[in-house]
């Protein structure tokens, strides 16, 4: 058990998960693309309007099977924040591309969009962005950038389930979109992803990477008379257990995002004048753009604060965290040419963000002494 009272994180369980578990093991088929994960794929091409989803074992497969779809090689250059979950960019990593680390908006924490001319290069091949916290990049500079450059995208949407720009689900501009359902994000079945594929020329390779190679899928629906190794792939798709506990989330998304809401709502309000009084802030939000509620943050003055912060509320019981470490810096990113100072917003950000208890079943009350505490902090140096 936590030492935290109130931890950072409790994965949701809404109550028909094991139920529907349960049936999975009945049907005698818990290998991959069974019958719940059939309905998790309707799910999400009819609430999205993608043209295919499919399950994957995690985001990061996801990525991985973009990398493998795009063609990425040796030699190519693949653009991504900084600011961002390592999986991001190791994916294209792993088929040799070079990353080239942009910053983030100030704002958002998104990709800098007004960065993108200076670091597209003749070797371009893709733009990986991150919807942070699952509000919208500028999609539509990146995607008419991106168009006039031939440049693919591809959203890494693990945060952004369900959010919009400018009445567009996030998901659905680059040619690939991924999707987590690790046990941090707003759907989860512990482990678990999807690849969300708008480029419809795409799905056929997309069937047979994630089916070790072969053309499987397509014995499956009588399309060839025996199944053969054909490309490049892995084992990518999960078991149909776990698209079962998966469906019953998705079954209650309005319930889950509902409350999410409240929080994320409640947070905002309830900090507001504190924040500006004592040089904090808060997530921006464009008025264009429906977020999806996977994360609140603060941005504090100094890193020594956030320390100060992150010792008093753990004091209390209260588990607080921050994010990304800038790639460009990491061990990796040096390797790859990063320099201290190539993304000074990436640089100073990390290291004032702080991340609040945030979780379907966090109480009121609960959340609520998270506010006091914060509410009550001295030690503003
Ligand atoms: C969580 C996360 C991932 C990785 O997801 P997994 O499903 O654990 O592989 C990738 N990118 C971002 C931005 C994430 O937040």
């Not at 936590?2 to 994180?9: H, K």
């Not at 963000?353 to 509410?375: G, K, T, W």
Request: include cysteine.
């Amino acid at each position: 058990m936590s030492r935290y009272r109130i931890p950072f994180n409790k994965p949701a369980c809404l109550g028909h998960e094991m139920e529907y578990v349960s049936k999975s093991l009945a049907t005698q088929h818990i290998s991959g693309d069974g019958e719940y994960s059939k309905r998790c794929h309707s799910f999400l091409e009819d609430s999205l309007g993608v043209r295919k989803a499919l399950l994957t074992t995690s985001c990061t497969h996801g990525l991985e099977m973009a990398a493998l779809l795009l063609q990425i090689r040796p030699g190519d250059e693949v653009i991504v924040p900084s600011f961002t979950f390592v999986s991001s960019v190791n994916a294209f990593a792993l088929r040799g591309a070079k990353p080239v680390f942009a910053d983030i908006r100030p704002d958002t924490l998104n990709l800098d969009e007004r960065q993108l001319p200076a670091l597209i290069t003749e070797k371009t091949r893709a733009i990986v962005l991150v919807h942070y916290a699952g509000v919208a990049c500028e999609m539509d500079v990146i995607m008419s950038l991106a168009r006039e450059r031939n440049i693919a995208v591809v959203e890494d949407n693990a945060h952004g389930l369900f959010a919009r720009y400018k009445d567009r689900n996030l998901g659905t501009f680059g040619e690939l979109a991924t999707l987590s359902f690790h046990e941090t994000k707003n759907f989860t079945c512990g482990e678990g992803g999807a690849l969300l594929i708008n480029d419809i020329g795409l799905l056929e390779r997309a069937e047979i990477i994630r089916e070790k190679g072969t053309n499987r899928s397509r014995f499956f629906r009588g399309q060839v008379d025996k199944y053969t190794w054909v490309d490049l792939g892995s084992s990518y798709l999960p078991s149909d257990m776990l698209a079962a506990f998966l469906l019953a989330q998705f079954e209650c998304a309005s319930e889950i995002q509902a409350r999410r809401r409240e929080i994320w709502l409640r947070y905002d309000l309830r900090l507001r004048d504190w924040a500006a009084l004592n040089q904090v802030q808060l997530p921006t939000v464009p008025d264009y753009v429906e977020q999806s509620y996977h994360l609140y943050y603060l941005i504090l003055p100094s890193v020594n604060v956030r320390s100060a912060l992150i010792q008093d509320l753990k004091q209390r019981g209260i588990l607080s965290v921050f994010h990304y470490q800038p790639l460009h810096l990491s061990t990796m990113g040096l390797g790859f040419g990063g320099q201290l100072g190539d993304c000074p917003v990436t640089e100073d950000l990390a290291d004032r963000l702080l991340r609040l208890p945030f979780y379907y079943a966090l109480s009121p009350a609960d959340q609520d002494e998270v506010i006091a505490a914060l509410l009550a902090f001295t030690e503003w140096q």
